[in-house]
């Protein structure tokens, strides 16, 4: 027996033991663990358990051992578990005893070598009443085992009262259930089931809903004194409920794993060689031998038509189907050997694609498919990469999209600077249609470049998107710059756009999205930070109660590194002046403003609303963009941004962005530093499409002012340039100027009344001329322009594209006096809580 042992695998298997022998160790740079599935959760520290058919990681006992944000507390849970054939980890957690007792200080670790298996094992520090009671975990893995088998025991004088229950964190698509004395949960599409077995066999664990789903156990599956508590647990991985059922019902009849390879019929294009996405249901011959499955059973394939499942022995029919080809249905024999069984569908229905610019290079593109005779198609779920719901992404502009036979119209498209082409198809069976598209790219945005500062994917831990998907989708609405802002955890997009070879179309950093309570104010950006791979946080900071606190630990983050630090969806009203939002003034959080360099105050639709008054309704007075003019009135110049916070991948990305000024029109160019520079100094326009440019000339200043500049006029005139774009598919028809926060009844321009000032409806220029603004105070001037009763559906779907289209500058602060810009301390009509009346 050892304690917290610090070796490698390789030590461990220089003993001599058979090749199916179970190991431990502590995972280090040299003894990573081969497991795959996008919720893989192991750090450096972590444990990790496995033989030939299963791997598993156990996290460190550490008080500060997180998994994600919203799994926390989890240290000596199973972190990872799954398969190593297929590896596909799915799992969030298996938390003994579901957190109430905290596994948090390492040298209480035992793990060692029990006969034929290994094991691992801690006490616990804390109990749930911080009494002198205490849980032990132990696990325990055989060598050849395709289970874990998990123990508890609780000790003290609440072992005779404790409800026995673990937890289970299995998010986004799971189902939980039981059967045949197993409880499981299982992710159809995402190919993993866990099973929970107790081995007395008395009847399956029960489940109780919650977040962890509560792993209830009986009194029949314990062993109970007036000191004592014991239950164990068997965990198993699996593909799929058949998969699970077929080994934990008949394990004397070794069932053994078998490979499905669904494959197009006839020969595809080059690259496009699998049926995506298939379904398999399989049926046993003879359903009445024992041990074979009597019903139907549905297996998922991967993205390359793969699915494994383990079987019993015996004679079985599997019907393979997928989207745009007719179903086949192969009879074969199963035995105790692993074996592989193809399906070669018939020839596809659908289409094929080549995406161009104008330049003849084939660019990342996004279809957006619409059946025009039947319901949408649906290729995956929204969390998933490349073909997502009625989306197909193709980051290199080739497209092999098979389509059941119907009418349909298809939108390509690529973000708001490229014109989208539609084009209508009536797809016949067996029959793929070729064609090429042209997008160009029309809209001159020479000198600005568009980004997405918030994103999350699945390492977040409050989705499960995949986060290859995530860059999918950033590189087919064309944003040239996003940062990569999980949730609690310093990550990256880097390894994804290098496995596109497509480095080179979206400049990427390392960042964080630091989240925290009470929301929504304890939410903070940053980037650049360093992350250090497979540490805990990826080496970032701690998440506090208390915002003040947590934004100064962000920015101080790495030795006070220049970075950019961004407030996210803030309320703030309680910042300024109302910590309780009591609705009494007192110091809320305003220390914060002093290490925030950007705002998000989205939605800007807001900044066409009536300002509320005193009796309007909590969330009317909540808005962002109204509470930020207020700051920027009290004189806290801080810019604003707008971002998609997207945590799903169907049109997640793209509908909201900013174009930020850059010295470069290559993504491959883009230098972090001066993003941060430029966004720091609000040189900023915010638009879910609209192309908005935005410049102001006086007699003081020769060049043009952009926005976030300080422009003097001594005399109060201002030449305010306004030019607005948009591609073929969205469209603006008002122009508004704002003074210090309020619309100018002056300067107030629509294609009604003012008809000469806006281009021809299917031009590029929607708006193209200079203002004469006459200013009689120290003024911050913005610009908004809207489509009114207009959206943009076909390109950007039902949810995001019902919104008009809409972009707002950030303001040119002009000084009339030259002594200075001076705010006007003007609070909207609207009380803001602190400032001064």
Same mark, same amino acid.
């Given at each position: 027996?050892?304690?917290?042992?610090?070796?490698?695998?390789?030590? #461990?298997?220089?003993?001599?033991?058979?090749?199916?022998?179970?190991?431990?160790?502590?995972?280090?740079?040299?003894?990573?663990?081969?497991?795959?599935?996008? !919720?893989?959760?192991?750090?450096?520290?972590?444990?990790?358990? @496995?033989?030939?058919?299963?791997?598993?990681?156990?996290?460190?006992?550490?008080?500060?051992?997180?998994?994600?944000?919203?799994?926390?507390?989890?240290?000596?849970?199973?972190?990872?578990? &799954?398969?190593?054939?297929?590896?596909?980890?799915?799992?969030?957690?298996?938390?003994?005893?579901?957190?109430?007792?905290?596994?948090?200080? +390492?040298?209480?670790?035992?793990?060692?070598?029990?006969?034929?298996?290994?094991?691992?094992?801690?006490?616990?520090?804390?109990?749930?009443?911080?009494?002198?009671?205490?849980?032990?975990?132990?696990?325990?893995?055989?060598?050849?085992?395709?289970?874990?088998?998990?123990?508890?025991?609780?000790?003290?004088?609440?072992?005779?009262?404790?409800?026995?229950?673990?937890?289970?964190?299995?998010?986004?698509?799971? *189902?939980?259930?039981?059967?045949?004395?197993?409880?499981?949960?299982?992710?159809?599409?995402?190919?993993?089931?866990?099973?929970?077995?107790?081995?007395?066999?008395?009847?399956?664990?029960?489940?109780?809903?919650?977040?962890?789903?509560?792993?209830?156990?009986?009194?029949? =599956?314990?062993?109970?004194?007036?000191?004592?508590?014991?239950?164990?647990?068997?965990?198993? +991985?699996?593909?799929?409920? #058949?998969?699970?059922?077929?080994?934990?019902?008949?394990?004397?009849?070794?069932?053994?794993?078998?490979?499905?390879?669904?494959?197009?019929? @006839?020969?595809?294009?080059?690259?496009?060689?699998?049926?995506?996405?298939?379904?398999?249901?399989?049926?046993?011959?003879?359903?009445?031998?024992?041990?074979?499955?009597?019903?139907?059973?549905?297996?998922?394939?991967?993205?390359?038509?793969?699915?494994?499942?383990?079987?019993?022995?015996?004679?079985?029919?599997?019907?393979?189907?997928?989207?745009?080809?007719?179903?086949?249905?192969?009879?074969?024999?199963?035995?105790?050997? *692993?074996?592989?069984?193809?399906?070669?569908?018939?020839?596809?229905?659908?289409?094929?694609?080549?995406?161009?610019?104008?330049?003849?290079?084939?660019?990342?593109?996004?279809?957006?498919?619409?059946?025009?005779?039947?319901?949408?198609?649906?290729?995956?779920?929204?969390?998933?990469?490349?073909?997502?719901?009625?989306?197909?992404?193709?980051?290199?502009?080739?497209?092999?999209?098979?389509?059941?036979?119907?009418?349909?119209?298809?939108?390509?498209?690529?973000?708001?600077?490229?014109?989208?082409?539609?084009?209508?198809?009536?797809?016949?069976?067996?029959?793929?249609?070729?064609?090429?598209?042209?997008?160009?790219?029309?809209?001159?945005?020479?000198?600005?470049?568009?980004?997405?500062?918030?994103?999350?994917?699945?390492?977040?831990?409050?989705?499960?998107?995949?986060?290859?998907?995530?860059?999918?989708?950033?590189?087919?609405?064309?944003?040239?710059?996003?940062?990569?802002?999980? =949730?609690?955890?310093?990550?990256?997009?880097?390894?994804?756009?290098?496995?596109?070879?497509?480095?080179?179309?979206?400049? &990427?950093?390392?960042?964080?999205? #630091?989240?925290?309570? +009470?929301?929504?104010?304890?939410?903070?950006?940053?980037?650049?930070?360093?992350?250090?791979?497979?540490?805990?946080?990826?080496?970032?900071?701690?998440?506090?109660?208390?915002?003040?606190?947590?934004?100064?630990?962000?920015?101080?983050?790495?030795?006070?590194?220049?970075?950019?630090?961004?407030?996210?969806?803030?309320?703030?009203?309680?910042?300024?002046?109302?910590?309780?939002?009591?609705?009494?003034?007192?110091?809320?959080?305003?220390?914060?403003?002093?290490?925030?360099?950007?705002?998000?105050?989205?939605?800007?639709? @807001?900044?066409?609303?009536?300002?509320?008054?005193?009796?309007?309704?909590?969330?009317?007075?909540?808005?962002?963009? #109204?509470?930020?003019?207020?700051?920027?009135?009290?004189?806290?110049?801080?810019?604003?941004?707008?971002? &998609?916070?997207?945590?799903?991948?169907? =049109?997640?990305?793209?509908?909201?962005?900013?174009?930020?000024?850059?010295?470069?029109?290559?993504?491959?160019?883009?230098?972090?530093?001066?993003?941060?520079?430029?966004? !720091?100094?609000?040189?900023?326009?915010?638009?879910?499409? +609209?192309?908005?440019?935005?410049?102001?000339?006086?007699?003081?200043? *020769?060049?043009?002012?952009?926005?976030?500049?300080?422009?003097?006029?001594?005399?109060?005139?201002?030449?305010?340039?306004?030019?607005?774009?948009?591609?073929?598919?969205?469209?603006?028809?008002?122009?508004?100027?704002?003074?210090?926060?309020?619309?100018?009844?002056?300067?107030?321009?629509?294609? *009604?009344?003012?008809?000469?000032?806006?281009?021809?409806?299917?031009?590029?220029?929607?708006?193209? @001329?200079?203002?004469?603004? &006459?200013?009689? !105070?120290?003024?911050?001037?913005?610009?908004?322009?809207?489509?009114?009763?207009?959206?943009?559906?076909?390109?950007?779907?039902?949810?995001?594209?019902?919104?008009?289209?809409?972009?707002?500058?950030?303001?040119?602060?002009?000084?009339?006096?030259?002594?200075?810009?001076?705010?006007?301390?003007?609070?909207?009509?609207?009380?803001?809580?602190?400032?001064?009346?």
């Amino acid at each position: 027996m050892s304690k917290a042992p610090r070796f490698a695998c390789a030590i #461990l298997l220089a003993l001599p033991i058979t090749l199916s022998a179970a190991e431990i160790c502590v995972i280090q740079p040299e003894s990573e663990p081969a497991i795959f599935g996008k !919720e893989r959760d192991w750090i450096y520290g972590d444990y990790l358990m @496995t033989n030939d058919q299963i791997s598993m990681v156990i996290a460190a006992p550490r008080a500060t051992r997180d998994a994600n944000m919203t799994i926390r507390n989890i240290g000596g849970s199973i972190l990872d578990l &799954t398969l190593n054939h297929p590896s596909n980890d799915q799992l969030g957690a298996y938390i003994p005893t579901a957190g109430r007792y905290l596994f948090r200080e +390492p040298t209480r670790v035992e793990t060692g070598r029990d006969g034929d298996a290994v094991f691992w094992q801690c006490r616990s520090s804390r109990s749930p009443a911080n009494d002198t009671s205490t849980a032990t975990v132990r696990y325990r893995l055989a060598d050849g085992n395709a289970f874990v088998e998990a123990t508890v025991k609780i000790e003290g004088d609440t072992a005779e009262s404790f409800i026995p229950f673990d937890g289970v964190r299995a998010d986004g698509w799971f *189902k939980f259930e039981t059967a045949d004395n197993t409880a499981f949960c299982a992710d159809a599409f995402f190919r993993q089931t866990i099973g929970f077995k107790s081995p007395t066999e008395q009847g399956p664990p029960t489940w109780k809903r919650g977040r962890p789903y509560q792993l209830r156990y009986t009194d029949a =599956h314990v062993e109970r004194t007036s000191e004592r508590l014991t239950w164990t647990v068997l965990l198993h +991985p699996a593909t799929s409920p #058949l998969d699970l059922l077929s080994v934990v019902k008949n394990s004397n009849l070794s069932p053994a794993m078998h490979t499905f390879q669904v494959l197009p019929g @006839t020969q595809p294009p080059e690259g496009f060689d699998s049926v995506n996405r298939a379904q398999i249901i399989l049926r046993s011959v003879d359903a009445t031998d024992s041990g074979r499955p009597d019903e139907l059973i549905t297996l998922q394939t991967d993205d390359q038509g793969v699915a494994h499942a383990r079987l019993v022995p015996g004679s079985y029919v599997a019907v393979a189907s997928a989207i745009g080809y007719d179903s086949v249905e192969v009879g074969f024999d199963a035995s105790g050997d *692993k074996g592989n069984v193809t399906l070669p569908l018939a020839a596809a229905s659908g289409f094929q694609a080549e995406v161009n610019d104008e330049q003849h290079e084939a660019i990342p593109v996004k279809a957006t498919i619409y059946s025009l005779d039947a319901d949408h198609p649906k290729f995956g779920l929204s969390s998933t990469r490349t073909f997502i719901e009625n989306c197909v992404y193709s980051v290199h502009g080739r497209l092999h999209c098979p389509l059941d036979p119907g009418q349909y119209e298809i939108f390509f498209s690529r973000g708001p600077e490229y014109n989208s082409e539609s084009r209508k198809l009536e797809v016949v069976a067996g029959q793929m249609l070729l064609f090429k598209v042209q997008l160009d790219r029309v809209v001159d945005t020479t000198g600005w470049i568009s980004a997405d500062l918030h994103s999350h994917s699945s390492p977040s831990g409050d989705n499960t998107s995949d986060q290859y998907g995530r860059v999918e989708n950033l590189l087919c609405e064309h944003l040239e710059f996003a940062p990569c802002t999980e =949730h609690n955890r310093i990550n990256s997009y880097a390894p994804h756009l290098k496995k596109m070879n497509l480095s080179h179309l979206m400049a &990427t950093c390392t960042g964080i999205e #630091l989240t925290g309570s +009470p929301t929504p104010v304890n939410h903070q950006n940053a980037f650049p930070l360093r992350h250090r791979w497979r540490t805990q946080n990826g080496g970032g900071p701690r998440a506090s109660f208390n915002p003040a606190v947590q934004i100064e630990r962000l920015a101080m983050w790495d030795k006070e590194s220049k970075k950019l630090v961004q407030m996210n969806h803030p309320d703030l009203h309680q910042i300024y002046g109302d910590a309780n939002t009591d609705g009494m003034s007192d110091a809320g959080f305003r220390e914060m403003l002093r290490w925030t360099d950007v705002i998000e105050v989205h939605p800007l639709e @807001t900044i066409f609303q009536d300002i509320p008054n005193k009796s309007s309704s909590g969330r009317r007075r909540k808005i962002a963009m #109204l509470q930020w003019l207020q700051l920027l009135n009290q004189g806290h110049r801080i810019p604003g941004v707008i971002n &998609t916070d997207s945590h799903y991948n169907h =049109h997640g990305s793209g509908w909201r962005r900013n174009w930020f000024a850059c010295s470069t029109d290559d993504p491959a160019n883009i230098s972090t530093d001066e993003m941060v520079r430029k966004i !720091e100094a609000g040189h900023i326009v915010m638009s879910n499409g +609209p192309f908005l440019s935005v410049s102001g000339k006086s007699g003081d200043r *020769k060049d043009a002012a952009i926005p976030g500049d300080d422009l003097v006029a001594k005399d109060g005139n201002v030449s305010l340039k306004i030019r607005v774009q948009c591609p073929n598919w969205l469209n603006v028809n008002r122009v508004q100027v704002f003074i210090n926060g309020r619309p100018s009844a002056k300067h107030n321009y629509t294609r *009604k009344n003012s008809s000469d000032l806006f281009g021809d409806q299917n031009a590029v220029v929607k708006f193209d @001329t200079a203002l004469n603004l &006459t200013l009689e !105070e120290d003024s911050h001037v913005i610009v908004a322009t809207i489509g009114e009763d207009l959206t943009m559906e076909d390109v950007m779907g039902g949810r995001y594209g019902r919104r008009p289209p809409i972009a707002v500058s950030n303001p040119i602060f002009v000084d009339v006096y030259g002594n200075g810009f001076q705010h006007n301390s003007d609070q909207l009509d609207l009380p803001l809580p602190g400032a001064e009346e």
